[in-house]
């Protein structure tokens, strides 16, 4: 429910090698979130795969206080608003609205507060320490669905994280079950160190593209 292609600027992966790397897991399908872009939904329109894999489409979208998960989504929507606004904005394109990675150690303090959301990231492959134990905590005790991703920008980290739900195998179906809380996680963490050392070398290269600056 939560996977990165090449068309978000920090994903390494192709449409195409993202499905294969999904049905190498043995799981079933999954959704594009690439950041504020729905470039790799309408590669999607164009691509055939076999049987009843699933593809949904979906963004994530870059509020004014956190990051968003717009599940079903094929339109763009705008960053930089609030998040009740894109909340909205993504209800009214049919979409379910997604708090994703809520508790993050990096992100920003409070997003669950700020709209009324669909579904809890409840875990995240990226999210360490507390953060999923938070995000699990908080959305059981508001008795709001979850869902969990593997928030996968390589190939290494994809398929990490998987929400199960009992439903035939299509996108809208899918989509009913978290509206309604009728799904389960699990998963597991990308290694801390592997993430940290992909973070710093990530770092030097945009130090080094930006001139140092």
Do not use: Q
């Amino acid at each position: 429910m939560h996977v990165h292609t090449i068309h978000s600027y920090d994903g390494y992966c192709t449409l195409k090698e993202i499905v294969k790397l999904i049905k190498s897991a043995g799981l079933d399908g999954f959704a594009i979130t690439d950041h504020d872009s729905i470039e790799g939904v309408k590669e999607m329109e164009g691509l055939s795969t076999t049987g009843d894999f699933i593809i949904i489409p979906g963004i994530e979208v870059t509020t004014k206080h956190g990051h968003v998960l717009g599940l079903g989504v094929r339109e763009l929507i705008p960053k930089g608003l609030p998040a009740d606004e894109t909340v909205e904005l993504i209800k009214e394109r049919g979409g379910i609205a997604v708090a994703a990675h809520p508790f993050w150690l990096t992100g920003k303090p409070g997003l669950v507060h700020k709209a009324k959301f669909d579904a809890i990231e409840s875990f995240n492959s990226r999210a360490y320490f507390l953060a999923n134990r938070l995000a699990y905590e908080y959305a059981k005790r508001n008795r709001i669905p979850v869902t969990a991703g593997s928030d996968g920008h390589a190939p290494d980290e994809i398929g990490l994280a998987w929400t199960s739900v009992n439903c035939g195998r299509n996108a809208e179906e899918v989509l009913e079950e978290i509206r309604s809380g009728r799904t389960k996680t699990s998963g597991r963490n990308f290694p801390f160190l592997s993430y940290a050392k992909r973070g710093i070398k990530k770092g030097i290269i945009s130090r080094w593209r930006g001139g140092g600056k």
